[in-house]
Protein backbone atom coordinates (compact mmCIF):
# COMPACT_ATOMS: atom_id res chain seq x y z
CA UNK A 1 0.00 0.00 0.00
CA UNK A 2 1.17 3.33 -0.87
CA UNK A 3 0.06 6.45 0.72
CA UNK A 4 0.72 9.99 -0.65
CA UNK A 5 -0.62 13.25 1.52
CA UNK A 6 -1.88 15.85 -0.85
CA UNK A 7 -3.36 18.02 1.80
CA UNK A 8 -2.17 19.00 5.35
CA UNK A 9 -1.73 21.95 7.80
CA UNK A 10 2.00 21.28 6.99
CA UNK A 11 3.89 20.55 3.69
CA UNK A 12 6.49 17.90 3.81
CA UNK A 13 7.65 18.98 0.08
CA UNK A 14 8.48 22.93 -0.49
CA UNK A 15 7.16 23.30 -3.33
CA UNK A 16 3.29 21.91 -2.07
CA UNK A 17 0.56 24.64 -0.37
CA UNK A 18 0.08 24.20 2.99
CA UNK A 19 -3.53 24.99 4.33
CA UNK A 20 -5.76 23.61 7.07
CA UNK A 21 -7.75 20.41 5.85
CA UNK A 22 -6.34 16.85 4.40
CA UNK A 23 -6.32 14.73 1.57
CA UNK A 24 -4.56 11.25 0.76
CA UNK A 25 -4.29 9.10 -1.75
CA UNK A 26 -4.46 5.73 -0.68
CA UNK A 27 -3.23 3.36 -3.93
CA UNK A 28 -3.62 -0.61 -3.20
CA UNK A 29 -4.39 -3.68 -5.32
CA UNK A 30 -4.23 -1.06 -8.71
CA UNK A 31 -7.19 0.91 -7.09
CA UNK A 32 -6.48 4.80 -6.34
CA UNK A 33 -9.11 6.05 -3.57
CA UNK A 34 -8.93 9.60 -3.10
CA UNK A 35 -9.08 9.90 0.76
CA UNK A 36 -10.80 13.54 1.33
CA UNK A 37 -10.87 16.59 -0.79
CA UNK A 38 -9.22 19.35 1.66
CA UNK A 39 -10.47 23.11 1.96
CA UNK A 40 -9.81 24.48 -1.34
CA UNK A 41 -10.34 22.96 -4.69
CA UNK A 42 -7.12 24.74 -6.13
CA UNK A 43 -5.00 23.84 -3.50
CA UNK A 44 -5.92 20.09 -3.55
CA UNK A 45 -5.65 20.03 -7.27
CA UNK A 46 -2.22 22.18 -7.64
CA UNK A 47 -0.68 19.54 -5.16
CA UNK A 48 -2.01 17.23 -7.24
CA UNK A 49 -0.06 18.29 -10.38
CA UNK A 50 3.15 19.05 -8.42
CA UNK A 51 2.57 15.11 -6.98
CA UNK A 52 2.27 13.68 -10.49
CA UNK A 53 -1.09 12.49 -9.39
CA UNK A 54 -3.79 12.39 -12.25
CA UNK A 55 -6.97 12.73 -11.33
CA UNK A 56 -8.65 11.08 -14.21
CA UNK A 57 -7.20 7.81 -13.30
CA UNK A 58 -8.89 7.91 -9.72
CA UNK A 59 -11.92 5.69 -9.73
CA UNK A 60 -13.07 6.17 -5.95
CA UNK A 61 -13.25 8.93 -3.18
CA UNK A 62 -13.85 8.15 0.28
CA UNK A 63 -15.38 10.95 1.90
CA UNK A 64 -14.30 10.77 6.21
CA UNK A 65 -16.85 12.98 7.01
CA UNK A 66 -18.76 15.96 5.61
CA UNK A 67 -16.72 19.13 7.48
CA UNK A 68 -15.70 22.19 4.93
CA UNK A 69 -11.64 21.29 5.21
CA UNK A 70 -12.70 17.67 3.86
CA UNK A 71 -14.65 18.13 1.17
CA UNK A 72 -14.35 21.48 0.04
CA UNK A 73 -11.75 20.48 -2.98
CA UNK A 74 -14.62 17.98 -4.13
CA UNK A 75 -16.45 20.19 -6.65
CA UNK A 76 -13.53 21.53 -7.97
CA UNK A 77 -12.35 17.54 -8.58
CA UNK A 78 -15.75 16.51 -9.81
CA UNK A 79 -15.78 19.04 -12.68
CA UNK A 80 -12.05 17.04 -13.95
CA UNK A 81 -13.57 13.63 -13.12
CA UNK A 82 -17.26 13.09 -12.12
CA UNK A 83 -16.69 9.56 -13.03
CA UNK A 84 -15.87 8.23 -9.37
CA UNK A 85 -17.80 6.24 -7.21
CA UNK A 86 -18.00 8.39 -3.92
CA UNK A 87 -18.46 7.01 -0.74
CA UNK A 88 -19.82 9.06 1.76
CA UNK A 89 -21.35 8.29 5.88
CA UNK A 90 -24.57 10.59 4.21
CA UNK A 91 -25.95 12.37 1.65
CA UNK A 92 -25.07 15.99 1.07
CA UNK A 93 -25.22 17.87 -2.21
CA UNK A 94 -21.82 18.40 -2.96
CA UNK A 95 -21.74 14.46 -4.07
CA UNK A 96 -24.73 15.16 -7.21
CA UNK A 97 -22.38 15.14 -9.71
CA UNK A 98 -20.47 11.81 -9.09
CA UNK A 99 -21.18 8.70 -11.12
CA UNK A 100 -22.40 6.87 -8.08
CA UNK A 101 -22.77 8.00 -4.51
CA UNK A 102 -22.42 5.19 -1.77
CA UNK A 103 -23.83 6.28 1.38
CA UNK A 104 -21.91 4.07 4.26
CA UNK A 105 -23.83 3.98 7.77
CA UNK A 106 -22.28 0.32 9.18
CA UNK A 107 -18.92 -1.22 8.97
CA UNK A 108 -18.86 -2.54 4.76
CA UNK A 109 -16.46 -3.97 2.91
CA UNK A 110 -15.64 -1.05 -0.50
CA UNK A 111 -13.42 -4.09 -2.61
CA UNK A 112 -10.86 -6.99 -1.06
CA UNK A 113 -9.01 -5.91 1.75
CA UNK A 114 -10.98 -2.51 1.72
CA UNK A 115 -13.20 -1.61 4.20
CA UNK A 116 -14.94 1.51 6.36
CA UNK A 117 -15.52 1.50 9.63
CA UNK A 118 -18.94 3.15 8.98
CA UNK A 119 -20.20 6.05 10.07
CA UNK A 120 -19.05 5.98 13.74
CA UNK A 121 -21.02 8.08 16.49
CA UNK A 122 -22.93 9.77 13.79
CA UNK A 123 -20.35 11.90 12.12
CA UNK A 124 -17.66 10.07 10.74
CA UNK A 125 -16.08 6.71 8.83
CA UNK A 126 -12.47 5.59 8.43
CA UNK A 127 -11.04 3.66 5.71
CA UNK A 128 -9.20 0.18 6.40
CA UNK A 129 -6.70 -0.50 4.21
CA UNK A 130 -5.39 -4.66 4.50
CA UNK A 131 -1.52 -4.88 4.25
CA UNK A 132 1.28 -7.65 4.59
CA UNK A 133 1.96 -5.93 8.27
CA UNK A 134 -1.92 -5.74 9.27
CA UNK A 135 -4.90 -3.41 9.15
CA UNK A 136 -3.54 0.46 8.20
CA UNK A 137 -6.26 2.86 9.25
CA UNK A 138 -6.88 6.19 6.75
CA UNK A 139 -8.59 8.98 9.46
CA UNK A 140 -9.96 12.36 8.39
CA UNK A 141 -9.91 13.85 11.61
CA UNK A 142 -10.98 11.51 14.78
CA UNK A 143 -13.94 13.07 15.85
CA UNK A 144 -15.62 9.47 17.39
CA UNK A 145 -13.18 8.02 20.36
CA UNK A 146 -9.95 6.23 19.50
CA UNK A 147 -10.85 3.48 21.08
CA UNK A 148 -13.87 3.13 19.02
CA UNK A 149 -12.28 3.33 15.97
CA UNK A 150 -9.89 1.06 16.76
CA UNK A 151 -12.35 -1.70 17.93
CA UNK A 152 -14.88 -1.54 14.99
CA UNK A 153 -11.34 -1.58 12.40
CA UNK A 154 -10.05 -4.46 14.63
CA UNK A 155 -12.97 -6.70 13.60
CA UNK A 156 -10.88 -6.46 9.61
CA UNK A 157 -7.45 -8.22 10.95
CA UNK A 158 -5.05 -6.57 13.52
CA UNK A 159 -4.18 -3.49 13.23
CA UNK A 160 -0.38 -2.31 12.37
CA UNK A 161 -1.07 1.25 12.54
CA UNK A 162 -2.71 4.40 11.31
CA UNK A 163 -2.59 7.99 9.47
CA UNK A 164 -4.62 10.82 9.36
CA UNK A 165 -5.82 13.53 11.54
CA UNK A 166 -5.77 12.10 15.27
CA UNK A 167 -7.92 15.13 16.59
CA UNK A 168 -8.10 14.50 20.82
CA UNK A 169 -6.76 11.28 20.73
CA UNK A 170 -4.88 10.23 23.94
CA UNK A 171 -1.76 9.34 23.24
CA UNK A 172 -2.02 6.13 25.41
CA UNK A 173 -4.76 5.23 23.37
CA UNK A 174 -1.77 4.27 20.55
CA UNK A 175 -0.05 1.99 22.76
CA UNK A 176 -0.60 -1.20 20.83
CA UNK A 177 -0.17 0.46 17.34
CA UNK A 178 3.14 -0.11 15.42
CA UNK A 179 3.22 2.66 13.17
CA UNK A 180 1.80 6.55 13.63
CA UNK A 181 1.62 9.53 11.03
CA UNK A 182 -0.59 12.11 12.62
CA UNK A 183 -1.97 15.02 10.55
CA UNK A 184 -4.16 17.38 10.11
CA UNK A 185 -6.22 18.38 13.45
CA UNK A 186 -3.96 16.41 16.22
CA UNK A 187 -4.06 18.05 19.55
CA UNK A 188 -1.30 16.03 21.36
CA UNK A 189 0.93 15.29 18.23
CA UNK A 190 4.17 16.50 19.96
CA UNK A 191 3.18 14.31 23.06
CA UNK A 192 2.34 11.57 20.52
CA UNK A 193 6.06 12.02 18.92
CA UNK A 194 7.59 11.93 22.26
CA UNK A 195 5.84 9.02 24.03
CA UNK A 196 6.59 6.61 20.45
CA UNK A 197 9.58 8.25 18.51
CA UNK A 198 10.46 4.37 17.24
CA UNK A 199 6.94 4.57 15.97
CA UNK A 200 6.10 7.97 14.50
CA UNK A 201 6.23 9.24 11.44
CA UNK A 202 5.72 13.45 10.18
CA UNK A 203 3.13 13.87 8.15
CA UNK A 204 2.92 17.08 5.79
CA UNK A 205 1.44 17.81 2.24
CA UNK A 206 4.32 15.17 0.10
CA UNK A 207 4.37 13.02 2.19
CA UNK A 208 4.73 9.11 1.05
CA UNK A 209 4.00 6.27 3.54
CA UNK A 210 4.61 2.24 1.86
CA UNK A 211 3.20 -0.37 4.06
Known amino acids: MKVTIIYDNTAFRKDLQADWGFSALVEIKERKILFDTGANGRILLSNMEKLEINPKEIEDIFISHLHWDHTGGLSSFLQLN ?14 K ?76 SLKDLDFICSTHCTQYK ?7 PEK ?5 AGKIIEV
Open 200 to 204: YAEGG
Open 97 to 172: NAREIIEVKKPTKLYEGIYSTGELEGIEQSLCVETEKGIVIIAGCSHPRMEHILKVASQFGKIYGIIGGLHGTRPE
Open 190 to 196: SEIKSLY
Open 82 to 95: NQVKLWVPSYFSDA
